[in-house]
């Protein structure tokens, strides 16, 4: 069965501090995989997309990296801020690319 | 529109009576995506549109629920005889195409009573 699976489950960091979500997948065949941050009561955001030949993606203070032999990836937030504070979604899409799975999320947390 | 709509925001309904969930893709999108997300856990694929076609409902829990997209725009979703357990935030998503970036709706939060 196709899997995500995201660590921490929860963070909570002070501002201004860096952090790394990961995230470890099963689903095969590969397609691309997504970072989404989700505000609560909102809709998942993109924030990036990564295709298999792609190692680092960035999108101003979020940089994600894929390691697709061992199928792993992390999402770094630099220099963090208070509404940062939201859940982070990895999304692995499979084959030909309409079939997602979905991650549990990263609940983060920012704090004065 | 500017970004997917989805309507109503919340519904609080009956256990046993029937719903409609509506959705607005952006303009032109022709992929759209329904989604069904529990607290704490992440969205939960139920059906996908290609135009106006259910190219994959493999998603969808039981025959209760049903899905149309007549004119490959707006979507509805269906939901009969709503259980409990049908409490959730269903979410719309809609793309240029199917390996392109997702946009997803603000979501409508059903709760069954």
């Known amino acids: 069965k196709n899997q995500v699976e995201q660590s921490p489950q929860s963070l909570i960091i002070l501002e201004g501090k860096n952090c790394t979500l990961q995230?470890?997948?099963?689903?095969?065949?590969?397609?691309?995989l997504r970072w989404y941050k989700q505000d609560t009561g909102r809709g998942p955001v993109s924030l990036t997309i990564?295709?298999?030949?792609?190692n680092t993606k960035s999108n101003g203070r979020y940089t994600a990296t894929l390691d697709a032999d061992t199928k792993q990836s992390s999402l770094h937030i630099t220099a963090s801020q208070l509404s940062d504070s939201a859940s982070y979604i990895c999304?692995?899409?499979?084959?030909?690319?309409?079939?997602?799975?979905f991650g549990t999320g990263t609940q983060l947390k920012v704090e004065l | 529109g500017a970004g997917v709509s989805q309507t109503p925001s919340n519904k609080v309904t009956e256990k046993g009576k029937y719903v409609e969930l509506r959705c607005d893709p952006i303009?032109?999108?022709?992929?759209l995506y329904w989604y069904r997300q529990s607290l704490g856990q992440g969205p939960e694929f139920l059906i996908y549109?290609?135009?106006?076609?259910?190219?994959?409902d493999s998603g969808l829990p039981n025959d209760r629920f049903f899905a149309v997209r007549p004119e490959g725009s707006v979507s509805t979703l269906k939901i009969q005889r709503t259980e409990r357990g049908d409490s959730a935030v269903y979410l719309c998503?809609?793309?240029?195409?199917?390996?392109?970036?997702?946009?997803f709706g603000e979501g409508s939060r059903l709760t069954v009573l």
């Open positions: 998503a809609s793309s240029l195409m199917t390996t392109g970036e997702l946009f």
């Open positions: 995230c470890n997948y099963t689903v095969s065949p590969f397609s691309n």
């Open positions: 990564m295709t298999f030949s792609e």
């Open positions: 999304v692995v899409s499979e084959g030909g690319g309409n079939k997602l799975t």
């Open positions: 303009s032109g999108h022709t992929a």
């Open positions: 549109f290609q135009g106006t076609g259910a190219a994959d």
